[in-house]
């Protein structure tokens, strides 16, 4: 565990970006092997723009990695957070307890918010406007929405307390199961259920990207399943009943459209239907 916790101490840029670029190769390999879908489109074409925000995305969290060091230096010198100020234990526990935690305020926590406040949800709907959801969905974020995830991210390093391996450990397996979570796979259903009790499966996400609430409004983990239901949030739809998009966004050229999605955060409000509203 300490070598683990060494290595993403110092894991260079590049270890990074490959493991980036394999995990996207390898879902995109299955899912061309075990489709849950089988879209009628070009999948390069369908890429291009969910690549683009994934490059944004990338430049946006490497130009405020210096904010994430800093913090998680300070937190280390001064013994602060959550884990710091618990009973001493062992280091695999430490370092569970730390990447359970970030992955709650880091992602299932913001994504509840984004889904929750008006002005947030229409900055996230370009994550939702996809009628396509594959792996290259899983990074498909306005840069907004990139200094927003950051920024909550940034505030779970503070809370909990977590030294620089712990942080980049927990991106390196948020950025796998974000891309495992959106891949067009089809696992056994038992094999996926069985899954979903710890960690996000596929089928448990998908059911986040069906067009119509109350189901957009659920299931907003990202590596674990318990935030969802603890919280109260975890919905379960049949995958072959679930349809990608949002209802009130159908235009699919726009959604479609880099320049379509960039302007996309400035429409008017457009209410939900099918459910709940957002507040």
Same mark, same amino acid.
């Given at each position: 565990?300490e070598?683990l916790?060494?290595?993403?101490?110092?894991i260079?840029?590049?270890? !990074?970006?490959?493991? #980036?670029?394999?995990? =996207?190769? %390898?879902?995109?390999v /299955?899912? *061309?092997a075990v489709?849950?879908?089988r879209?009628?489109?070009?999948?390069?074409?369908?890429?291009?723009?969910?690549?683009?925000?994934?490059l944004?995305?990338?430049?946006?969290?490497?130009?405020?990695?210096?904010?994430?060091l800093?913090t998680?230096?300070?937190v280390?010198?001064?013994?602060?957070?959550?884990?710091?100020?618990?009973?001493?234990?062992?280091?695999?526990?430490y370092?569970?307890?730390?990447?359970l935690?970030?992955?709650?305020?880091?992602a299932?926590?913001?994504?509840?918010v984004e889904?929750?406040?008006?002005?947030?949800?229409m900055?996230?709907?370009v994550?939702?406007?996809?009628?396509?959801?594959d792996?290259t969905?899983?990074? !498909?974020h306005?840069p #907004?929405?990139?200094f =927003?995830? %950051?920024?909550?991210? /940034?505030? *779970?390093?503070?809370?909990?307390?977590t030294?620089?391996?712990?942080?980049?450990?927990?991106?390196?397996?948020?950025?796998?199961?974000t891309?495992?979570?959106?891949?067009?796979?089809?696992?056994p259903?038992?094999?996926?259920?069985?899954?979903?009790?710890?960690?996000?499966s596929?089928?448990?996400?998908?059911?986040?990207?069906?067009?119509?609430?109350?189901y957009?409004?659920?299931?907003?983990?990202?590596?674990?399943?318990?935030w969802d239901?603890?919280?109260?949030?975890?919905m379960?739809?049949?995958?072959?009943?679930i349809?990608?998009?949002?209802?009130?966004?159908?235009?699919?050229e726009?959604?479609?459209?880099?320049m379509?999605?960039?302007?996309?955060p400035?429409h008017?409000?457009?209410?939900?239907t099918?459910?709940?509203?957002?507040s």
């Open positions: 565990m070598t916790i060494q290595y993403f101490e110092t260079p840029s590049s270890h !990074r970006s490959i493991l #980036l670029v394999l995990g =996207i190769s %390898f879902f995109w /299955l899912e *061309g489709p849950l879908f879209f009628e489109y070009k999948k390069w074409r369908h890429a291009l723009p969910n690549f683009f925000f994934t944004t995305t990338i430049v946006i969290n490497f130009a405020l990695a210096f904010l994430l800093s998680s230096d300070w280390a010198a001064n013994n602060f957070g959550i884990i710091n100020w618990l009973p001493e234990m062992p280091l695999w526990v370092i569970l307890l730390g990447v935690l970030l992955d709650f305020f880091g299932y926590l913001v994504h509840y889904h929750n406040v008006k002005p947030l949800w900055i996230h709907l994550h939702h406007t996809d009628h396509e959801v792996t969905t899983a990074n !498909r306005h #907004l929405e990139s =927003i995830r %950051f920024g909550f991210t /940034l505030g *779970g390093v503070l809370l909990v307390g030294p620089i391996g712990i942080v980049m450990l927990y991106q390196s397996l948020s950025l796998l199961a891309q495992f979570g959106h891949a067009n796979i089809r696992l259903r038992k094999v996926d259920q069985a899954i979903s009790w710890v960690l996000v596929p089928d448990m996400h998908k059911v986040h990207h069906h067009f119509v609430l109350p957009t409004d659920s299931n907003y983990g990202n590596i674990f399943s318990i239901r603890i919280f109260g949030t975890y379960e739809l049949d995958r072959d009943d349809v990608y998009g949002v209802d009130t966004f159908p235009n699919k726009e959604n479609g459209s880099i379509g999605l960039l302007k996309q400035f008017k409000y457009r209410k939900p099918g459910g709940a509203s957002n």
